[in-house]
């Protein structure tokens, strides 16, 4: 069992930038982060193969979203700027011990992802 802690959310002005944070307490292949606003449907926007390194970002944060690890620690942080209002949701962290991050269909439908955090609350506000 995998569990995952999120940090680092919060209130950001317009324009602003904001780091999140995600720590394992077990080994991962593929870990990313989700969001999700009150009555639409939940939306992958990043995501990291554990191993590789290699990164997948969705098309409405390509450019101003950056997800990285620390592998050693267990923990993947997503840096996003230039926030605006469309981006106010709660995120949430996801990971997948079986599944890699190698189809961005697998990413955007979360197939495989086993272990899910808490969720962080983001808000943009002008």
């Known amino acids: 069992q995998v569990q995952l802690t999120e940090s680092g959310g919060g209130s950001v002005q317009v324009g602003g930038s904001l780091t999140l944070s995600c720590a394992a307490t077990?080994?991962?292949?593929?870990m990313a982060w989700f969001r999700r606003v009150s009555g639409k449907e939940r939306e992958a926007v990043a995501a990291?193969?554990?191993?590789?390194?290699?990164?997948w970002y969705a098309d409405s944060v390509q450019g101003r979203a950056n997800i990285s690890q620390d592998a050693a620690k267990r923990i993947v942080y997503l840096r996003m700027g230039s926030l605006q209002p469309e981006d106010t949701a709660m995120y949430y962290c996801?990971?997948?011990?079986?599944?890699?991050?190698?189809?961005?269909?697998?990413?955007?439908?979360?197939?495989?992802?086993?272990?899910w955090g808490q969720g962080i609350q983001v808000a943009v506000s002008s």
């Open positions: 996801a990971a997948s011990a079986t599944a890699g991050c190698a189809l961005a269909s697998d990413i955007r439908q979360g197939i495989g992802y086993n272990y």
């Open positions: 990291i193969g554990t191993a590789s390194g290699r990164p």
């Open positions: 077990g080994s991962t292949v593929c």
